[in-house]
């Protein structure tokens, strides 16, 4: 539909159920997805959109300081990573992120900059903005 990249606006919450079948429509053959995007402009909100269109019944939240959670989405799982408090590369390591990575499930990763150098070969890449009126932008890109 968008080709390996695409640019998307919006501005109401309503708008995100079609912008998360948009972007599940592009990338839900890749399983690990990052989303870049300073506090407060909409990544734990989108995953939200995201995990709904999946068929995922259980709560989803920011998972701060577990650093990851888990949500049965079917025949699926999909692991939400928050590494905003995370100290170094070593501790997600530790946490075994390389094997969530490479497990087949979704893997949706807010505060990707963090954890560099562990990405793997191939992701969607969506950096997320929100203007001061609201508005937000989303560039998406598959690598
Ligand atoms: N598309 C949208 N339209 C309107 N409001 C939105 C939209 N996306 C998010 N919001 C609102 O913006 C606020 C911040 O969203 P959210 O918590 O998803 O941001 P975040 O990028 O995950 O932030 P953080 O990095 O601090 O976790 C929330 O109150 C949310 O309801």
Known sequence: MFGESAVMRFNELEELETVSADLLHMGKDIPVWLFEG?????????????????????????????LVNEYDAGDKLVYHFDFYRIKDETEALDMGVEEYFDSGHFCFVEWPGKIEFLWPLNYLLIHLEADENGMRMLAVKRV
């Open 38 to 66: 300073h506090m407060g402009a909409g990544k734990t909100t989108l995953i939200k959109a995201l995990c709904k269109q999946l068929g995922v019944r259980s709560h989803v939240q920011s998972p701060t300081f577990s």
